[in-house]
């Protein structure tokens, strides 16, 4: 795999967001890297409560990770 993710360091935290959205479906792809095989599973999981909440919580996860590596966007400015 070719370097897709030089860096944590977001100018702000909206671009920090959408970076912690991009891990998460990174790591689904990387996961499941058949295409056909994800959409045939989304409509399984777009209409299931808990696997939502659950996708939330991994991308939280991934937000408290690129905030921390921007020192919280540089000490909150």
């Not at 095989?37 to 409509?43: A, E, F, I, N, S």
């Amino acid at each position: 795999m070719s370097e897709w993710l030089p860096t944590l360091q977001t100018a702000t935290p909206q671009e920090g967001y959408e970076l912690a959205v991009m891990l998460a479906r990174v790591a689904v792809k990387l996961t499941q890297p058949d295409a056909a095989m994800r959409d045939k599973l989304r409509p399984e999981y777009a209409e299931d409560a808990e696997a939502l909440i659950s996708v939330s919580q991994v991308v939280a996860t991934h937000f408290a990770t690129v905030a921390a590596a921007n020192d919280y966007w540089r000490g909150a400015r």
